[in-house]
């Protein structure tokens, strides 16, 4: 009697287990068809970057030699030197390493002062001036940390997320040390996934 109940069991539990592995595989080939058909930019909001405008010549750039000598810490070496616009502004923007740990600073291009992190407002600016069209901003979060699937996962930390009122709520990310549109994600693409594939 016992091991009739047992067999019975175990038919039982190899059906439902049929039915939950077919049920996956469907969604492992919805999924896969989805991401196939579709514009990965789109999904991934890029369209909606627009590039800000070029920097003007008529700036008169002071030496970077001028900046290095102002760098918080001892400067072992310099990886890298970069001239960037912010709000139409020339930065100098300064990787460097001091004591094997690897920092960056945004100093002025033309006063050589180095400036603190970017702001909230600054990045509202920085947000708006790269995206297309005028949305108002419906929210903005200083991020410090992320989890492993999230949309701004391996990009430069802490940043600024700044959201839109816009239909394709996409979320514009501006990393705080250097001033640079890092990313933009649609907001129903933060977790778009099916079965465990995340974008």
């Not at 979320?171 to 907001?187: H, I, L, P």
Request: positive net charge.
């Amino acid at each position: 009697m016992a091991s009739k109940k047992a067999h019975l069991f175990i038919r039982r539990s190899h059906s439902y287990l049929g039915v939950v592995l077919g049920i996956q595989f469907l969604f492992w080939t919805v999924s896969g068809l989805y991401f196939s058909w579709s514009d990965i930019d789109e999904i991934h909001g890029d369209f909606q970057h627009k590039q800000p405008p070029l920097l003007s010549t008529s700036f008169n750039l002071i030496s970077p030699s001028a900046v290095i000598e102002k760098l918080p810490g001892k400067v072992d070496s310099i990886k890298q030197i970069q001239v960037v616009s912010i709000l139409q502004k020339p930065f100098y923007s300064i990787s460097y390493y001091s004591s094997k740990n690897l920092h960056t600073i945004l100093a002025d291009a033309v006063r050589g002062s180095i400036r603190p992190e970017i702001q909230k407002e600054e990045a509202i600016e920085i947000a708006a001036e790269s995206f297309n069209g005028e949305p108002s901003v419906k929210q903005v979060l200083y991020i410090t940390s992320v989890g492993k699937h999230s949309e701004y996962r391996e990009k430069p930390l802490p940043a600024w997320k700044i959201a839109f009122n816009h239909p394709t709520n996409t979320n514009v990310y501006v990393a705080s040390a250097t001033g640079k549109v890092e990313t933009f994600r649609m907001k129903n693409g933060e977790r778009l996934t099916c079965c465990g594939c995340f974008i």
